[in-house]
């Protein structure tokens, strides 16, 4: 059976790139990362595609006039690869309602919360200064709205006591690596139908759900 030909977009360290390229190592999962773009030259995760023998592009932002420009380059690259499923992992630039329109069902994204809770940035801080007593992570399919989208895998963690925002962060990204390659094996199995508000699981109502004990 043909693996699932992915993309995955990168701004960073690509901690969640690792967690991908390290579940597409094993000969039975049922997706490859054929392509490895940055915006950004410096990215270190550039370097962890690079040790897989993953092929890698640059794409810079900066390099464009306006965000049409920059996102038509991206599709022409995505499409040049074949490839079939998009997995935004740090990518730290809004892409236009055009590319998500044209990758709809087709390009997922990791968030560290508990969608719809705390969309956006400084997700940690904000957990603690609402004082919830679980947070965690979302794999979700993109749409326009920031953050928003069907959500496939959910994550959460205890908040301890005396969490700050750097140790609430340590122990969500632990769980964010198990969550994005199950929700990459899930897609790729074809066990994953969207809904227009969610998904169905193997027929049953999602998202999948990974809880880590408190």
Request: hydrophobic share 50%; aromatic share 4%.
């Amino acid at each position: 059976m043909a693996r699932l030909r992915t993309g995955v977009l990168i701004s960073g360290r690509g901690s969640n790139l690792q967690a991908l390229i390290d579940a597409c190592a094993a000969r039975n999962f049922p997706a490859e990362i054929v392509l490895v773009i940055s915006n950004r030259a410096d990215a270190q995760g550039l370097e962890r595609a690079a040790r897989a023998r993953i092929p890698t592009r640059i794409i810079a932002h900066r390099d464009f006039a306006d965000r049409d420009a920059f996102d038509a380059a991206l599709d022409r690259a995505l499409r040049d690869a074949s490839v079939e499923l998009v997995c935004l992992a740090g990518f730290m630039r809004v892409l236009g309602a055009a590319f998500v329109a044209a990758w709809r069902d087709r390009m997922i994204n990791i968030h560290p919360s508990l969608l719809p809770e705390f969309p956006g940035l400084d997700t940690h801080a904000r957990a603690l200064a609402a004082g919830v007593k679980r947070h965690g992570c979302t794999v979700h399919f993109v749409r326009h709205e920031v953050d928003s989208g069907p959500i496939v895998v959910q994550a959460s963690v205890p908040v301890l006591p005396g969490d700050d925002a750097a140790t609430l962060a340590a122990r969500v990204l632990a769980v964010e690596h198990k969550c994005y390659p199950l929700a990459l094996r899930l897609i790729a199995e074809g066990r994953v139908r969207v809904l227009s508000d969610g998904v169905e699981i193997d027929g049953q109502p999602g998202p999948a759900r990974l809880d880590a004990a408190a």
